[in-house]
């Protein structure tokens, strides 16, 4: 069995570059209070472990390397643990993952691709109650495809083109793509003419209604789009261990809980 103690250490690392005081002391207020890098990273090391809250709290308790690496003589409850989780919210979990994208290595090619995650713990009123077209969440990330680092993700229950939630994505981290490849279910001109707009390479294969089309994607550089095969490689990776289905039960947690996988993911490449 591997050693934990790279990961708890790179968790402890990245969740220290985020807060704005990171020398405060892991348990500042005794045992009733404890440092926000220090919730950031149990709420991260949970993912890996893939336990309950009550076996969490049990293993983090025993773990010598949680003490030593994060100076703790007792972690907080499993309810505790709970409301940290819903306590950081999409905007800092999308700032935490591009850190950790960062300290796995940007090279600026990456890749688009989608996926979905099951939602078998959500209740079938819920899902009638909040109008979800789909049984799974619809995910898609972008990946650097030489270091397989996360750099960000998006998520819906309803029906939507990917061309849309390309875009959408491509806009936030335009500045970093030199060549941004995908398959023929994001081809929209729209898309292909933004990457143009900020100097990125676009690899991203036409829907050959026509011969015309056929010619454009011949024309298409293969060893760039080929590595496009990268980003199936890391829904391969988070799925791994049963990791396809979802424990939150709302929709607003799903999207937390991915988000942190994909973090752990690029602390998991960083660690390795």
Known sequence: MRSKRPLIRQCKN??????????????????????????IALILLRVDLDKSLRESEAWFNDSEPVSDELNLDSVPDHTTLCRWEQKFDMRELRSLLRRSAEQVGWTGVGAVDASGFQRD???YHYRNRADYSY???????????????????????????DGHIGMQIFRRNAEDLQVLAADKGFSWSEFRDECR???TRPAIKHKEHNGLKKAHNARIDDDLYNQRWMSETNFSLLKQD??????????????RELTRKCIVHNLSQAAS
Not at 14 to 39: I, R
Not at 135 to 161: G, P, R
Request: net charge negative.
């Open 14 to 39: 990245l969740a220290k570059q985020h807060v704005d005081d990171p020398d405060e002391p892991a348990a500042p207020d005794g045992d009733s209070g404890y440092a926000e890098w220090v919730q």
């Open 121 to 123: 713990q959500t209740s």
């Open 135 to 161: 049984q799974s969440i619809k995910t898609t990330i972008l990946v650097d495809v030489e270091t397989l680092a996360i750099k960000d993700v998006h998520f819906t229950t309803q029906k939507a083109y």
């Open 197 to 199: 707009e900020h100097s």
């Open 242 to 255: 049963d990791g396809e289905k979802l424990r939150s039960q709302t929709w607003h947690g799903q999207f």
